[in-house]
């Protein structure tokens, strides 16, 4: 069994390394899916662009998701009437874009119809998936009612219609391919961002500057004055993949529960994910994973792997510019795939001046009013903060030796990895991460290898011992 995402095997290392000084009129900062798609969005124009990644191109949470392809999605029910309609129009926006990219550019992706499900395994929730239905309706998406006929799950009521799945990878390869006119830089770290009549953008050895920047990163860790950390959560996710017993081996589905079931399949094996917790409340990613594993729909596990998604407190997502040419794509709920082709689309047309997509801008503004209603999330924002915190001093691990400053694993050979303890974003004490053999932040879910090298942010430094 490995430990590691399906999709990760599709992942290229083709791009260079930044070797010197640069000047640009936009620079993207971020290799995921939203850098890389507005890349791609900036590409036929007369701006001179580059997009810098410190790791490999989509490594990180774009190379982890489910991949479900549909805006049957569990957030529908938390998100205010008010905003839902205009929510569920940007999804739609996004399977049109995500279509015609593929039909464009004859890009061979794995791009499949596939039955997609919203359902409830409680009774008290069939009201709340009705109320769906009228949005549905009101966007003349068809759909029927049915129910889920899965072995130990339970369903009461599940809205079915037809929508898609992808290889993700597959897809944003060839979308980079397509995007020549970019200058990509892998294993180009960003340290500091500096505002003077340009943007000075530091990296580990070199210096960038540019007319207009782009952060597409998942935890906008430059973005200080935002209070991000009293606006969002991180909610980490367990996922399985493997064969099943199961006949029909063609659907996607997901639950509106507080208990999270998403199951879809991938050349006729099941990726099955299940439990989604917030990060501070349960460090113990052993038993996150063994109760993923302990469900029998998967006969025997080829992978296991997690992923860790930015909730906002209104279940929207923040795109937009949030200072003067400073633009920003984040916090898309656990569902990136449909939002970040609308959010590459709208900064693409931000820094273009251009009308198409602006209509979402208000909806999904990084400044966005305190609503009373929601302070009770920050409050809890809060919360998790200070739980992760004292939960990285609290938690051992009986493979792990501590002592004030460093931590040490030992694995099953006996080689050693020395490193430093604290996470270097806010000086939280780092937990390992027994499955996946990583260290991890249990407070703002920076990720680093054995060795202490940074896999994921906020942190921008690594915890290797000099």
């Known amino acids: 069994m490995e430990n590691k995402s399906i999709w990760n095997k599709y992942l290229k290392e083709k791009q260079k390394v930044l070797d010197k000084d640069l000047e640009y009129d936009v620079l993207i900062i971020g290799g995921g899916i939203s850098g890389v798609l507005t890349a791609y969005n900036l590409n036929n124009t007369n701006l001179k662009v580059a997009l810098v990644e410190r790791n490999t191109l989509l490594s990180g949470i774009t190379s982890k998701m489910t991949a479900k392809v549909t805006p049957l999605q ?60 009228e949005y549905l309706d009101q966007n003349k998406i068809k759909y029927e009612e049915s129910i889920l006929e899965i072995p130990g799950i339970d369903s009461k009521l599940a809205i079915k219609s037809d929508f898609y799945t992808i290889n993700p990878i597959k897809y944003l390869n060839k979308i980079i391919d397509l995007s020549t006119n970019i200058d990509f830089y892998e294993h180009t770290n960003v340290l500091e961002v500096i505002k003077d009549k340009i943007y000075i953008v530091k ?50 589905a997901i639950n509106i529960d507080k208990e999270i079931y998403s199951l879809r399949f991938y050349k006729d ?42 909730i906002t407190n209104d279940y929207l997502p923040i795109v937009g510019e949030v200072f003067k040419n400073m633009y920003i794509l984040t916090g898309y709920n656990t569902w990136g795939i449909l939002s970040s082709h609308v959010a590459s689309k709208m900064i693409a047309s931000m820094i273009l001046k251009q009308k198409k997509y602006i209509k979402y801008a208000e909806l999904f503004r990084p400044r966005k009013r305190i609503n009373l209603k929601k302070i009770g999330n920050s409050t809890y924002n809060i919360y998790e903060n200070i739980n992760g915190f004292i939960k990285g001093i609290i938690t051992k691990n ?23 303890r604290k996470c270097p974003h806010l000086k939280c004490n780092l937990l390992f991460n027994e499955i996946e053999k990583t260290w991890d932040c249990p407070c703002h879910g920076s990720r680093f290898d054995l060795s202490g090298n940074v896999i994921t942010g906020p942190s921008k430094y690594d915890i290797k011992v000099d």
């Open 74 to 133: 569990d957030i529908l029910t938390k998100i205010k009437e008010n905003e839902l309609d205009l929510y569920l129009k940007s999804q739609i926006d996004g399977l049109k874009i995500l279509k015609n990219n593929i039909k464009n550019s004859n890009i061979e992706c794995d791009f499949l119809n596939s039955p997609s499900y919203l359902f409830t395994t409680k009774q008290s929730n069939i009201k709340k998936l009705k109320k769906i239905e």
């Open 203 to 252: 990296t580990d050895k070199y210096i960038i500057k540019a007319k207009k920047l782009v952060f597409a990163t998942n935890y906008p860790y430059f973005l200080k004055p935002l209070f991000f950390p009293i606006k969002v959560r991180l909610e980490k996710s367990y996922m399985g993949y493997g064969k099943t017993n199961l006949e029909d081996k063609s659907f996607n």
């Open 269 to 310: 094996k099941l990726l099955y994910l299940n439990p989604s917790r917030m990060i501070a409340n349960h460090v113990n990613d052993t038993k996150c994973f063994e109760k993923m594993t302990s469900n029998k729909l998967i006969n025997k596990y080829e992978n296991i792997w997690s992923n860790l998604d930015l």
């Open 398 to 420: 009986k493979l792990i030796f501590y002592s004030k400053d460093h931590a040490m694993y030992v694995d099953k050979d006996g080689s050693c990895y020395l490193v430093k």
